[in-house]
């Protein structure tokens, strides 16, 4: 499978520090997914159980007007991701490039500003509150 990259980087609107990348994504890719981006020091991480219709799923019912029943769905895991504007990038293309089949069902990739990040157990703010002790921050930090 050759490797793909998101295209045309934009500038993303509106402007923000910090952005979620949720990542709905198929269920059997999620290990694979989640040491790579282990890999590139991104060690915050959520992953919840979802179900939905994109192309993949529910094309059926709506060819044939009917309503959509919940057995229709197509079971998926969302990841969310919150990293620093620099990067979004670098966490998008490893879930390109490790969710990736090129068959329908691949799933999509949402990015949202954050306005704020707060750690609870110290009450640290932005920034501070974002980076992780070996995150890749540090990776990239570090002689
Ligand atoms: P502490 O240093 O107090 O342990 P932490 O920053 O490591 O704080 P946790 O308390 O370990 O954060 O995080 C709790 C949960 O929050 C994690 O299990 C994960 O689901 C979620 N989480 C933490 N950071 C992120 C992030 N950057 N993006 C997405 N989810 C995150
Ligand atoms: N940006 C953080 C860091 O470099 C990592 C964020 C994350 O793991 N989601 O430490």
Redesign the pocket.
């Known amino acids: 499978l050759p490797k793909i990259r998101a295209q045309n980087l934009p500038d993303y609107v509106p402007d923000s520090k910090f952005y979620k990348v949720e990542a709905i994504l198929r269920p059997w890719r999620i290990p694979q997914v989640s040491s790579a981006l282990l890999k590139m020091g991104i060690r ?3 992953v919840s159980d979802a179900k939905g219709f994109g192309s993949q799923g529910g094309s059926k019912e709506r060819h044939g007007g009917s309503e959509f029943s919940e057995d229709n769905f197509v079971a998926k895991v969302k990841m ?4 620093s504007k620099d990067q979004v990038e670098a966490v998008i293309d490893k879930i390109i490039e490790e969710a990736r089949t090129g068959e329908i069902g691949d799933g999509k990739i949402f990015l949202i500003p954050v306005s704020d ?1 707060i ?4 009450g640290e703010r932005g920034e501070r ?2 980076r ?1 002790t070996g995150g890749r921050a540090d990776l990239n930090s570090a002689v």
């Open positions: 915050g991480v959520t969310e991701i919150v990293v990040v750690r609870v157990r110290t509150a974002e992780m």
